[in-house]
């Protein structure tokens, strides 16, 4: 169809209105500057510190017995009260004595008689008038007698079931009437008492942090004893402080193929008897003597995967991040930085959810509280 006048008219402005819009877009994107984020920053605080390092574990006993008794018989008396503090050589049980008795006064009167046959022997033997095998019979007679003696007293003393160590005893498994199974690897079992003071403490570390250690120790970072004596603090269930102080008296020899960890023993005073066997707890390893630290607010730090950063910015106030390495939370709620962090670093402590790597940002003074009263006002 062909055009006339009017329609080309129309097209001629149509297109000089489009440049125009384009030229318009254009110079708004030519003069478009990314507006600069406001930000606080902060050095990253500088403390001497000790470095920790913290497991778990259960506190045990150090010394840990099944009473049961060396003979048989009928249980007689029981001469302690369930949970109490037993001492040394104390009696717990006692086994009906009257046969273990018999059986002794048979054996002194047989031992008797033999030593008298013995020491009528031995004066006819030395002027010849008794034959060889006739004093050899009357000696070994002598010394069969002695033994069934000593093994008759020893029965009868073991009729006494007796604390082996001072403790604290359980209850009694046994009623007084029953008769007791002795001496067997099946032997009634009477009751159980554990040590008291010290306690004894274990736990588990990993192939790394045995690795850690070793070398640790290697380099002369910390004593090459392993482990012994080194100071170690626990903390129960209810604590908030890591109150109690112990040793490190015992490293495994060797790491356990199932768990890749090896066993660590610690000891604690326990006179007060208030750490009791079986109780969980944390405790705490010092690495090394108190060295200065990097300290920052766990808040302004980031995870990337499993790399952990924060932002600072740079001379051309532009934020980037820089990837640290993280130690353990003091007790104000600090986190150490191990690695990564610079004394001049200025990192940034707030509005971290509008940054982005390399983002123009503005650094904002700390604004000054004006509205504050005065001491005088205070005072008022």
């Known amino acids: 169809m062909p055009f006339n006048l009017k329609t080309l008219s129309f097209i001629a402005v149509a297109l000089l209105g489009l440049n125009a819009c384009k030229d318009n877009k254009e110079n708004a994107q030519a003069s478009y500057v990314p507006q600069a984020v406001p930000v606080q920053v902060v050095p990253p605080e ?11 574990g259960r506190f045990q006993a150090a010394q840990r017995v099944e009473i049961r008794a060396r003979v048989s018989g009928y249980l007689q008396d029981i001469k302690f009260d369930d949970g109490q503090i037993i001492q040394k050589n104390d009696v717990l049980f006692v086994i009906d004595q009257r046969p273990f008795t018999i059986a002794m006064e048979s054996a002194q009167a047989r031992f008797e008689l033999a030593k008298k046959e013995y020491d009528r022997a031995k004066s006819l033997h030395k002027s010849k008038a008794i034959s060889e095998e006739d004093f050899d019979q009357r ?30 005893i359980s209850r009694n498994l046994v009623d007084v009437g029953s008769l007791i199974s002795g001496g067997s690897s ?6 159980t008492l554990v040590s008291v003071s010290p306690i004894e403490f274990y736990f588990e570390g990993s192939e790394s942090d045995v690795l850690r250690y070793t070398r640790a120790a290697q380099n002369g970072e910390i004593p090459n004893d392993r482990g012994n004596e080194h100071a170690v603090y626990a903390q129960l269930q209810d604590e908030t402080d890591f109150t109690h102080e112990g040793k490190i008296n015992f490293l495994d020899n060797e790491l356990d193929r199932s ?11 326990n006179d007060n008897g208030f750490l009791e066997p079986g109780l969980f707890a944390r405790i705490r390893i010092a690495m090394g003597e108190p060295s200065e630290r990097f300290l920052i607010s766990p808040e302004i730090i980031g ?38 962090l610079n004394k001049t670093d200025k990192i940034i402590a707030n509005n971290l959810h509008m940054i982005r790597p390399g983002a123009m940002v503005s650094i904002m003074q700390p604004a000054e509280n004006n509205d504050a009263p005065k001491s005088e006002e205070i005072a008022q």
């Open 46 to 56: 500088v403390r001497e510190v000790t470095e920790w390092d913290e497991y778990t």
């Open 139 to 168: 000696l070994q007679q002598y010394r069969i007698t002695k033994s069934d003696l000593d093994d008759a007293s020893l029965n009868l003393e073991f009729t006494e079931v007796k604390a082996p160590f001072t403790g604290r």
């Open 186 to 191: 099946n032997a009634t079992l009477l009751t």
């Open 259 to 269: 768990t890749g960890t090896m066993a660590v023993r610690a000891t604690f005073n």
């Open 303 to 340: 995870t990337e995967q499993t790399r952990k950063y924060v932002y600072v910015v740079t001379d051309e106030n532009k934020a980037v991040r820089k990837y640290i390495t993280l130690g353990h939370l003091t007790d104000d709620g600090m986190q150490i930085a191990k690695s990564g």
